[in-house]
């Protein structure tokens, strides 16, 4: 996931439980690993594949997030991030003067799951890391048996209590659930002489072109924050709005710019 994975609280045997588990969702879920359940799943020729139980639990809740946010957050974009030329580890990224891609469009509604089994159309390739590092995050927190957090590239899940560090510096606490950055700034690269950036609007099937550089949300867990921060950074303008209908907070930064949705505040408190 390319992310340090930070634990506050537990034991030193929870904590080693924790980071088992990163290493077991890193092997299973990662694009860059030849051997990942999740490349052998899109190398697959058959039109049915069996999958293990977690590939099939997360894919299951990729697939809620898709119908929850109207297609915004959708699981079918491994092609569309691979054309855009996020084809390898980030570290290995440079300045590509080849052409993006063609843009692939998504097609959740192509794909099937029953129990084990999943079923999608030739040249459908899944991308699961939408929520991975946010679920994982969540499970990690299950871990400790007392209250603490865990905290891995800007989710957080919180039990009993912690202060959450805020892009731009300022921080706030919360006291259960989680929080989740999504944005721009930190995966971007060059092709064609072209920025770009991975997340995809799965109504282009090309990097987003959004107001906001990072948003930010408070949720009752950090996958549902960080499902909503993805879709209300791909909506824009729309973002703080489609929040509050939700009455989730949000923060929004565009360039050094801080807007807050009506929300804010509310689970919320600002930490010294």
Same mark, same amino acid.
């Given at each position: 996931m390319?992310?340090?994975?930070?634990?506050?609280?537990?034991?030193?045997?929870?904590?080693?439980?924790?980071e088992?588990? @990163?290493?077991?969702?890193?092997?299973?879920?990662s694009?860059?690993?030849?051997? #990942?359940?999740?490349?052998?799943?899109?190398?697959s020729?058959?039109?049915?594949?069996?999958?293990? +139980?977690?590939?099939? *639990?997360?894919?299951?809740?990729?697939?809620?997030?898709?119908?929850?946010? &109207?297609g915004?957050?959708?699981?079918?974009?491994?092609?569309a991030?691979?054309?855009?030329?996020y084809? *390898? !580890?980030? #570290? /290995?990224?440079?300045d !590509?003067?080849?052409?993006v891609? =063609?843009?692939?469009?998504?097609? *959740?509604? =192509?794909?099937?799951?029953a129990?084990?089994?999943v079923?999608? +159309?030739?040249?459908?390739?899944?991308?699961?890391? $939408?929520?991975v590092? %946010?679920?994982?995050?969540?499970?990690?927190l299950?871990?400790?048996?007392?209250? &603490? @957090?865990?905290?891995?590239g800007? !989710?957080?899940?919180?039990?009993?209590?912690?202060?959450?560090?805020?892009?731009?510096?300022? %921080?706030?606490?919360?006291?259960?659930? $989680?929080?989740?950055? %999504?944005?721009?700034t930190?995966?971007?690269?060059?092709r $064609? $002489?072209?920025?770009?950036?991975?997340?995809?609007? +799965?109504?282009t099937? *090309?990097?987003?072109?959004?107001?906001?550089? /990072?948003v930010?949300?408070?949720? %009752?867990?950090?996958?549902?924050a960080?499902?909503?921060?993805?879709?209300a950074?791909?909506?824009?303008?729309?973002?703080p709005?489609?929040? !509050?209908e939700?009455?989730?907070?949000?923060?929004?930064?565009?360039?050094?710019?801080?807007?807050?949705?009506?929300?804010?505040?509310?689970?919320l408190?600002?930490?010294?």
């Amino acid at each position: 996931m390319d992310v340090d994975v930070v634990v506050g609280g537990g034991s030193a045997r929870e904590r080693a439980a924790v980071e088992r588990l @990163f290493g077991e969702w890193e092997r299973i879920f990662s694009r860059f690993r030849r051997a #990942s359940e999740l490349n052998r799943v899109n190398a697959s020729g058959a039109p049915i594949v069996a999958v293990s +139980p977690l590939f099939a *639990r997360v894919l299951r809740a990729a697939l809620a997030a898709a119908e929850d946010t &109207g297609g915004l957050v959708d699981p079918t974009l491994g092609a569309a991030i691979e054309a855009a030329g996020y084809d *390898r !580890d980030f #570290s /290995q990224l440079g300045d !590509d003067a080849r052409p993006v891609g =063609a843009a692939v469009p998504a097609r *959740r509604r =192509a794909v099937r799951l029953a129990g084990r089994l999943v079923s999608r +159309p030739p040249g459908v390739r899944l991308d699961l890391n $939408g929520i991975v590092k %946010s679920l994982a995050v969540d499970d990690a927190l299950s871990l400790l048996a007392a209250d &603490g @957090f865990v905290a891995a590239g800007g !989710d957080v899940a919180v039990r009993g209590g912690a202060v959450v560090g805020l892009p731009g510096g300022d %921080s706030v606490r919360l006291e259960d659930g $989680g929080v989740a950055t %999504s944005g721009s700034t930190r995966r971007q690269w060059l092709r $064609g $002489g072209e920025l770009q950036h991975h997340l995809i609007d +799965p109504r282009t099937g *090309r990097p987003a072109r959004s107001r906001w550089t /990072q948003v930010t949300v408070a949720a %009752s867990s950090c996958v549902a924050a960080d499902v909503a921060a993805k879709a209300a950074f791909l909506l824009s303008d729309d973002g703080p709005d489609w929040l !509050d209908e939700r009455r989730l907070p949000g923060r929004f930064l565009a360039g050094d710019a801080v807007v807050t949705n009506r929300t804010w505040g509310g689970p919320l408190q600002e930490a010294a």
